[in-house]
């Protein structure tokens, strides 16, 4: 099963628009992180928000976490065609930080 | 990716084969992990390891075995392969942030 859920499955923009992506989880979580994995390759570790704060930025990326609604998003600014990958959010539980239970992902595509 | 390496990069089998992925990182993490990816889905834990003693059960690890040969070596087996487990496998690492690192993947293809 799991934890997150992306929301949209899919976003496609405009080079240089916002692109806005969010995650919903059920449980109680010690941190949320965002990867981004280009098609078929690895995931990279974008941005990690610990339950106790509230917004994070790096560069273009801004991601915020509400944890009464139990909800994230992450805000990707002036996007560009680099940017076209899948974005998933990933959740470590409050019990135990050992393991990511990891969201099904939303596939954003940037038109140059 | 080049701290963590995964072989091989691709893969055929036949149904009933033993087939053995490996993984390699040379990022000092005592943390290692292995992952199922379907198409256009999520990634599902199989197992993970804390330390070369510590062995733990994923969500999914029915139909998978690891070995952890050392600190920077983990290794997956399917002991006898199936079609439905055709995916792309991916391992990773983490610090103690919890953030992961992960190997290109290996794309296996059970027939």
């Known amino acids: 099963s799991q934890q997150g859920e992306e929301d949209p499955q899919a976003l496609s923009i405009q080079e240089g628009e916002n692109a806005t992506m969010n995650c919903s989880y059920k449980?109680?979580?010690?941190?949320l992180q965002w990867y981004r994995q280009n098609s078929g390759r690895g995931l990279v570790h974008l941005i990690l928000?610990?339950?106790?704060?509230r917004e994070k930025h790096s560069g273009r990326l801004r991601v915020t976490l509400d944890t009464s609604k139990k909800s994230s998003s992450l805000l990707i600014t002036a996007s560009r065609a680099a940017d076209t990958a899948s974005y998933f959010c990933a959740t470590a539980g409050a019990g135990s930080a050992r393991q990511l239970t990891f969201g099904s992902g939303t596939q954003l595509t940037v038109l140059p | 990716d080049a701290d963590v390496t995964q072989t091989p990069r691709n893969r055929i089998t036949k149904t009933g084969k033993r087939i053995m992925l490996e993984c390699s990182q040379t990022?000092?993490?005592?943390?290692m992990y292995w992952y199922r990816q379907d198409p256009g889905l999520g990634l599902q834990l199989i197992y993970y390891s804390f330390d070369v003693k510590d062995i733990n059960k994923g969500e999914i690890s029915d139909g998978y075995s690891v070995s952890r040969q050392a600190q920077a070596k983990f290794s997956l087996s399917l002991e006898s392969a199936i079609p439905n487990q055709t995916a792309l496998y991916f391992c990773?690492?983490?610090?103690?942030?919890?953030?992961?690192?992960f190997g290109p993947g290996t794309r296996l293809t059970v027939t």
């Open positions: 928000i610990r339950s106790n704060e």
């Open positions: 449980t109680s979580i010690n941190n």
């Open positions: 990022k000092g993490h005592d943390r």
């Open positions: 990773a690492t983490s610090d103690l942030r919890g953030e992961q690192y």
